[in-house]
């Protein structure tokens, strides 16, 4: 155990002491991320971080190799394991500090993780065969090289895909870490947790500098090399011949936000139809961004996710049949709820629907409806005529019901005018959205719409928001040109913009009727 904490505490300070030298590096280099479009920062940040990690943690290894010892013993007896492992990680690694520093086309850094994998395989990283349950033992055959390869490349990948937000990441695969270091340490795998203790150091030092807000990024350099790291050693079984299906299936639990990220972004851009290499916005963590929530919120929120998956695969690898059951019960409800909350399976099918062009029934009615609403509005001389045309307007629509209402922070007043559609009853109201009348700051008034969709979503499709959004504008719009007391507020509005809404107030001399006496203002 001493050793594995002098490796942890040796790369933990190796680490500290690296990450702001190369962060002064990769400055001088202009070696920066770049910001807007898919990017969640607003300033440039240093890449190559993984050169840090990288040095952390091979450090303790290289050390140990020269002491006599358990460890060191067994380094020596299975060098090309060894130069597997350092070699193969220092050269993803270098593939990803070339594509961090001057940028690698998709496809050759695909055929550079190939190759890699390839290497990892001839020296030892291998599944030759997979132990199942009931079954026995299932040997890979001519299919080893392939399972294994897609396995290390996987895994790489679904690492570098999850490295969105400041910490995510590293925070990620430090949590990874701790099952196999305990997985390993339980099972007497002295050089997995070796390497296991030597990773944990190395990223925990480096969340210091990477944590929300982020003075530098790990890069492709340090995702690369972390998830290779992970992959392969969750292949040393204890005889280094034979896998079996759990051992395979903890890291996989462990690993479960990247994994799950990268298998629906693969869905998502084959829903799509654009390359399965190009980049976009949909990832998780841009999800709960688009959510409302804040960096620093939406990566604790898969932090834990990840701890919830970190004990779920402990206890599947050393719980016994009932606990491994519970265990993955756990892990598959959390899942799912992750899919659930950030509106995964929503996406596929609103995208799906967008690439064949169908849209709802009601968004349908409203695209009709908007080109003559204008003149209709238009046409009005009294408040009592507008709402009207908004009456009929929301029949048409088919609208499941609205309420309009004065803003009155003092008293509670009754709405100006309601009404509910009765057929609505048979049809799946989806969501009630409410529409200030003008601007936030300005309006006296609101719009409260129960809107309906066809499709069995869990929210009115966006053309549906816009087009109502345009509606209550022009209602707002019509209001204001009235003289109604429902109108936004125009006295209030900045000295700059008055003299436009001023003369988007008042009626022009032939086009419009003038404002009836009887109305309130």
Known sequence: MRSYLAAFLVSALASGLLTP???????????????????????????LG???????????????????????QYMKQNVVRVVGLCGGGAAIGLLGALDDARGVRALHKLYGQFGVAVLAWLC?????????????????????????????VGITNAVN??????????????????????????????FTALVMASMLGAVLAFLFYNFNPARIFMGDSGSYL????????????????????????????????????????????????????SPDRGHIHHRLIDLGFTHRRAVLILYGVSVVLTVASIAIYLGRAWQIGVALLAATVVMLGLVRF??????????RRQRS????????????????????????TSERALLDEWLAFAADAEL???????????????PVLEWADRRSDARRVVATMVYPIGTDALARAELEISAANEFEDDQVPPQTEILLQLATDMLAENLLRLGSALAPRVSQVPASMRGREKADAAPPSSSRPAVPSGVES
């Open 161 to 190: 895909l999850i490295d969105g937000l400041d910490g995510l990441a590293a925070g990620v695969v430090f949590f990874a870490g701790v099952t196999n270091f305990v997985v390993a340490y339980t099972l007497g795998r002295e």
């Open 21 to 47: 030298l190369v962060r002064r590096w990769a400055l001088r280099l202009q070696v920066v991320s770049a910001t807007g479009g898919r990017h969640m920062h607003a300033r440039k940040i240093p890449r």
């Open 342 to 351: 950030v509106g995964y399976f929503s996406y596929s099918m609103f995208a």
């Open 226 to 277: 972390l998830g290779y790291v992970l992959a392969t050693t969750a292949l040393v079984g204890p005889t280094g011949k034979a896998t079996t299906a759990v051992s395979l299936l903890v890291p996989v639990v462990a690993l479960g936000v990247p994994i799950f990220d990268t298998l629906f972004a693969i869905v998502r851009r084959a829903v799509e139809r654009r390359p399965l290499f």
């Open 400 to 414: 499941a019901a609205f309420e309009l209402r004065r803003l009155d922070r003092v008293n509670v007043e009754e």
């Open 50 to 72: 993984g050169v840090a990690i990288a040095i952390a943690l091979f450090l303790p290894i290289v050390s140990l190799f020269f002491f006599n010892g358990v460890i060191a």
């Open 124 to 152: 030892g990283f291998r599944i030759d065969e997979v132990m199942l349950p009931i079954v026995g033992s299932l040997p890979m055959g001519i299919f080893s090289l392939p399972v294994t390869v897609l396995w290390i």
């Open 357 to 380: 062009r169908m849209r709802s029934r009601d968004t349908e009615l409203l695209r009709r409806l908007m080109p003559g609403l204008a003149a209709r509005f238009g046409a009005t």
